[in-house]
């Protein structure tokens, strides 16, 4: 029921809209046509007034607008006299209202200069052909005028001063690192890497002695220049490291082929250094006086010999106490052996005297001798097990050996030096692998032995040098059981001895008297032909002679290396007194 009745509601209320509407749609009708019902005036007579209305305006305000001009809707709405008085009345009442208003005022005029800006384009510049023409050749320069080179001076200093300020800037807002960050750079491997070959670099330079204002020009000898004696060693420098080689014995020497000026020494344990690893390897450089070396590498057992791989540049040999053969690589940031053969009866269980590298560029194998009696070919690819095994023995009994060499050029014989003092000889391969022959003539235990090397188109290389602990040096000939001559003159042990690679009259021996001495068959059989007293607290252990036969180095039981010089007049060779001096021995 409300439903309803609001709806009948809304309609009624409609209807009365709409009649409403109409109402009033009915009374605008009516007002127009009362509108219409007026006086209507001539056509001519509004167009007449209308145009006076406008030139009296004109003449009162010329172009500029009234605001209180009367619209046309205005004047349609009034009588003609009406609209004629008010128009004459407002306009002009409003006009000397404006005009009263105003005011004349005074302009002020300033000029500024623009700011002269020196603008620099970059571009790359291009020649847009291969050929130019003569005018375009002859064509000169644009110079700039003085003020503008001293502006673009002047902006260049102000440009590089500002660059200055603005790096010195950012270096000052640098993050400064924490202690922790510091420890970590430093131990990372690319910092100790650099660090390493910078202060090799800077060594090197300090070190440097040698005379770059030395004038080749000038007619004879400047002062302190002299010939090197004949008859003399003349003492280079020596080369000790106070951490890893002081109170290690010297163990081996060896140089290389690759870089002549490296120097490889071998050292034992440092009894006063528990917590030091007890075998040590480092690589000299005899060309610089430092006492830095190389490159320094170590193990868990004392190094009793070493070795550069001839074939391998990169790879060094060690032979160690407990009878492990290590391998260690400069190219590598350890200084741990890269590889090691196991602790086992396969292999060695003695301490290993001896290693070398026998064969050619690509076929070669690794040579280990050790005291129990054992001698191993191996790989250097593989150091878990030897390829062979021989055992060295002589009427059944097992041969210690204290030193090993081959004949240049040799990869199957060889001799050795045993405990015993004796002299085996033996090869490696064939039906007849073993110890073939016997040399008797020591009394001690032999510590050196080395082959001559060949010299020109006399071969020497069957005879062979043995040092031993009986005091004596004794020279064989692979032909003879027998000594050919026994070179007595020491009054100690004598612990190495080496033949010279270019005089084969001329070999080297060290002894327990701290004494380096060179015999020359060629000049004295009895004595040697020079010596020099060591300056060491030690004796001496090893001695090798460079591949140019210049140098010696000598290693002592101290870990201390001497370098000397050897003279011109001991290094030359004279052939035929060496052959009438060797007639002699047969």
């Known amino acids: 029921m409300d439903r309803k009745a609001e709806l009948e509601k809304k309609r009624k209320k409609l209807e009365e809209l709409r009649k409403a509407k109409e109402l009033k749609k009915q009374a605008k009708e009516a007002e127009k046509s009362v509108t219409q019902g007026t006086v209507e005036e001539p056509a001519d007579e509004l167009a007449k007034e209308r145009k006076d209305v406008g030139l009296l305006v004109d003449s009162l305000i010329g172009d500029q607008p009234v605001a209180a001009a009367v619209s046309l809707a205005e004047l349609s709405d009034k009588s003609p006299e009406s609209r004629s008085g008010a128009v004459s009345a407002e306009p002009m009442e409003s006009l000397s209202d404006r005009r009263?208003?105003?005011?004349?005022?005074?302009?002020?005029?300033?000029?500024i200069p623009p700011i002269d800006r020196v603008l620099y384009t970059k571009e790359t510049q291009t020649a847009e052909s291969s050929f130019t023409n003569d005018e375009e050749e002859e064509e000169e320069e644009e110079i700039l005028p003085a003020s503008q080179l001293q502006y673009s001076d002047k902006e260049t200093v102000e440009?590089?001063?500002?660059?200055?300020?603005?790096?010195?800037?950012?270096?000052?807002?640098?993050?400064?690192?924490?202690?922790?960050?510091?420890?970590?750079?430093m131990s990372s491997d690319d910092f100790v890497r650099f660090f390493d070959r910078a202060s090799r670099l800077v060594m090197r330079a300090l070190a440097d002695s040698s005379d770059f204002t030395k004038d080749y020009g000038k007619e004879g000898k400047e002062e302190g220049d002299s010939d090197l004696g004949a008859d003399r060693l003349t003492f280079s420098h020596f080369f000790v490291d106070d951490h890893w080689s002081r109170r290690r014995g010297v163990m081996c020497l060896d140089w290389s082929t690759q870089y002549p000026e490296l120097l490889l020494a071998a050292y034992n344990t440092n009894e006063e250094a528990h917590h030091d690893p007890d075998?040590?390897?480092?690589?000299?450089?005899?060309?610089?006086?430092?006492?830095?070396?190389?490159?320094?590498?170590?193990?868990?057992?004392a190094v009793t010999s070493a070795t550069f791989a001839s074939f391998h540049p990169n790879l060094i040999i060690g032979g160690t106490y407990s009878g492990q053969i290590v391998l260690w690589d400069n190219r590598s940031s350890k200084r741990t052996p890269v590889q090691?053969?196991?602790?086992?009866?396969?292999?060695?269980?003695?301490?290993?005297?001896?290693?070398t590298v026998v064969g050619?560029?690509?076929?070669?194998?690794?040579?280990?001798?050790?005291?129990?009696?054992?001698?191993?070919?191996?790989?250097?690819?593989?150091?878990?097990?030897?390829?062979?095994?021989?055992?060295?023995?002589?009427?059944?009994?097992?041969?210690?050996?204290?030193?090993?060499?081959f004949p240049p050029g040799e990869i199957n014989n060889f001799v050795v030096g045993s405990e015993e003092g004796s002299v085996f000889m033996?090869?490696?391969?064939?039906?007849?692998?073993?110890?073939?022959?016997?040399?008797?003539?020591?009394?001690?235990?032999i510590t050196g032995i080395d082959f001559n090397a060949p010299a020109g188109r006399h071969d020497f290389s069957h005879l062979f040098l043995t040092s031993s602990f009986d005091w004596t040096v004794k020279l064989w000939s692979e032909k003879n059981s027998a000594p050919l001559h026994s070179f007595e003159d020491s009054g100690d042990y004598i612990f190495d001895v080496q033949w010279s690679p270019i005089n084969p009259a001329l070999f080297a021996t060290v002894d327990g008297t701290k004494r380096l001495d060179l015999w020359h068959i060629n000049r004295d059989i009895e004595v040697p032909y020079c010596g020099e007293a060591l300056d060491s607290v030690a004796a001496p252990n090893c001695v090798r002679w460079s591949k140019s036969g210049t140098v010696l180095a000598v290693g002592d039981a101290d870990g201390k290396l001497h370098i000397y010089t050897v003279g011109e007049v001991q290094c030359r060779l004279d052939l035929s007194r060496v052959l009438r001096r060797l007639i002699i021995f047969f």
């Not at 075998?279 to 320094?296: H, S």
């Open 100 to 111: 009263s208003r105003l005011t004349i005022s005074t302009v002020a005029q300033t000029n």
């Open 360 to 405: 050619t560029q690509n076929a070669h194998n690794l040579i280990s001798t050790s005291t129990d009696g054992k001698l191993c070919s191996w790989s250097l690819d593989m150091l878990s097990q030897p390829q062979d095994k021989l055992e060295l023995q002589y009427q059944t009994k097992s041969i210690a050996v204290m030193c090993m060499d």
């Open 279 to 301: 075998g040590v390897a480092l690589v000299w450089n005899t060309k610089w006086n430092t006492q830095t070396p190389e490159y320094v590498f170590h193990c868990q057992s």
């Open 159 to 185: 440009g590089s001063q500002q660059e200055v300020q603005r790096a010195d800037t950012e270096q000052m807002n640098l993050p400064e690192l924490s202690e922790d960050d510091k420890q970590q750079i």
């Open 340 to 355: 090691r053969s196991p602790l086992s009866s396969n292999a060695h269980t003695h301490p290993v005297y001896c290693v």
């Open 426 to 445: 033996g090869s490696r391969l064939g039906t007849k692998a073993g110890v073939s022959n016997h040399f008797d003539g020591h009394f001690g235990p």
